[in-house]
Nanobody, 117 residues
């Protein structure tokens, strides 16, 4: 049974930092791209960052470039999202997703709330 469990969300003041974690089990973690998405109230889900299998390549949404950093530890089956200089507009539920491309099943976590107040 595949499980992705996010943690690390919470309340933070503008300019503050949070580090999200996504612990994976039941899958060959290093065979998956890992992604962080977010969904703000009343809006659709958007891709925030992704990281390739070995972690060499990362990509970010323009809105978070220079503030957020995605990383992974394949030995611990965990991916991270370091969020610095947080803004009000970063308030959302953050989800991690594991994917191996369009022909494979994607796996999602349950989400963790990040609120900038």
């Amino acid at each position: 049974q595949v499980q992705l469990v996010e943690s690390g969300g919470g309340l933070v003041q503008p300019g503050g930092s949070l580090r999200l974690s996504c612990a994976a089990s039941g899958l060959a973690f290093s065979s998956y791209f890992m992604n962080w998405y977010r969904q703000a109230p009343g809006k659709g889900r958007e891709l925030v960052a992704l990281i390739t299998y070995s972690g060499i390549v990362t990509e970010y949404a323009d809105s978070v470039k220079g503030r957020f950093t995605i990383s992974r530890d394949n030995a611990k089956n965990t991916t991270f999202l370091q969020m610095d200089s947080l803004r009000y507009e970063d308030t959302a539920i953050y989800f991690c997703k594991a994917d191996r491309g369009p022909r494979a099943v994607d796996y999602w976590g349950q989400g963790t709330q990040v609120t900038t107040i």
